[in-house]
């Protein structure tokens, strides 16, 4: 039964989660693509490269953005979010006067500080923490404790590889705890967080967001889980393992590859990955192409091409394929990993719709237009439900389909 005194919005309620302290769950019933939480930023800070493209206060991108007036850096789409950003800059403005270009604190040391300065200069309550406040968050020791930081990129922490506007801290969808099988979808607009419904959502039923990449078996998956967030998943999919035999499917030959050898490829196929994530920082595309191509020809002999680790590297290639502007090979690419990118990934996942965006885009710049069209759709029709119909992302696209 409900504890009158848990914290609770309309619809919502905190409350203590069986083996995972606190927790978010259902008063009523949600539907598919159903607004559960809109929660602003606490605190917020915009990526140095995106600098006079995105404003610093909101994050919406803008031309003709007005620069602060003493800095010369940090840039507004107008006097209010100057204003409304001003106490945040203001720590920073003097800073950036004097060094300049040479100014180059972390996202992360940034965030920080405008986190305990905000602590400090807002003590009541804001509508960041309706659900669980900043100070739950402090540990005895540090006086901040473990701060979860958001990349807000218009889509989701779930794809790594899309670039991110800036770092924030979002309290309230803080609050929910992990699942492999979850039940929302977290978005953004600028600094603002949205949690959606990407299932039908019973009364009593904990909310449940995702806080990695869902393609990988359950051993990756528990692995990075563990090491970023110091626990294991013990949801129905990690249980079961149910999926893993899809995602780590092998070739079917007369003669089978034995288990051993199996375990093997496995092995090969996550050094490998780590070998690529190292040589972005130092190879040129061709190199890296090469360790794809090599990687995926390997592999090859016991996977299939839906096998997750291939699917990685095939998206790997398709990166470096759209980098040097090789149309044709991307599009190779993305064909091969949409299907099965469309079976392993729960349904709405934004990584499936942002396969599709860009696999709509190729066919359009090959003058496919009629694939084009259908694949930017498929695109649309995920991120209405895990953005909402009126996220200016959508809008974008139904422009780019218009024009076309």
């Known amino acids: 039964m409900r504890s009158e005194a848990a914290p609770q919005l309309d619809g919502l309620e905190r409350f203590a989660s069986a083996g995972k302290g606190r927790g978010l769950r259902a008063r009523r019933r949600f539907a598919v693509g159903e607004l559960l939480l809109s929660c602003p930023a606490y605190a917020a800070v915009l990526t140095v ?8 206060g909101c994050f919406a991108r803008k031309e003709g953005l007005a620069k602060c007036g003493r800095c010369k850096q940090a840039f507004y789409c107008n006097v209010e979010c100057q204003k409304e950003d001003w106490p945040m800059h203001k720590l920073e403005c003097a800073s950036m006067c004097t060094f300049g270009q040479n100014w180059q ?45 958001v990349n807000c990129n218009g889509f989701t922490i779930e794809d790594e590889e899309l670039s991110h506007l800036g770092s924030a801290i979002f309290p309230d969808v803080a609050l929910m705890n992990h699942s492999c099988c979850p ?36 051993e990756d998956r528990n692995d990075r889980l563990r090491d970023s967030y110091f626990f294991s998943c013990d949801c129905r999919e990690c249980t079961t393992k149910e999926k893993d035999k899809e995602k780590l499917e092998i070739c079917k030959l007369n003669d089978p590859p034995s288990a051993e050898t199996v375990k093997d490829m496995i092995k090969y196929a996550r050094n490998v990955i780590e070998e690529f994530r190292r040589a972005k920082h130092y190879k040129s595309p061709s190199e890296l192409l090469e360790i794809c191509e090599l990687s995926l020809d390997k592999m090859g002999a016991v996977f299939e091409d839906s096998n997750v680790y291939m699917l990685h590297m095939m998206y790997q290639a398709m990166g470096v394929c759209l980098y040097v502007q090789d149309w044709e090979g991307a599009l190779c690419y993305g064909q091969k990993i949409i299907r099965p990118y469309s079976k392993h990934y729960p349904s709405y996942s934004l990584n499936v719709a942002s396969m599709w965006l860009k696999l709509g885009r190729l066919y359009m710049t090959l003058k496919n237009r009629t694939a084009g069209v259908k694949a930017l759709k498929r695109a649309i029709a995920i991120m209405e439900v895990a953005h909402g119909k009126d996220h200016p992302y959508i809008s974008e696209i139904k422009k780019e389909l218009e024009d076309h």
């Open 183 to 218: 039940n929302v979808i977290v978005t953004y607009k600028g600094t603002l967080a949205e949690v959606r419904a990407v299932r039908e959502i019973e009364p009593g039923e904990e909310i449940f967001s995702s806080y990695i990449d869902l393609l990988y078996p359950t």
């Open 49 to 56: 490269s995106e600098r006079g493209s995105h404003c610093d």
């Open 105 to 149: 604190p972390s996202e992360t040391v940034r965030l920080t500080a405008r986190i305990l300065a905000k602590q400090k200069t807002h003590p009541e309550r804001t509508q960041s923490e309706k659900l669980l406040a900043v100070r739950e968050f402090e540990s005895p020791l540090t006086g901040l404790g473990h701060v979860v930081l």
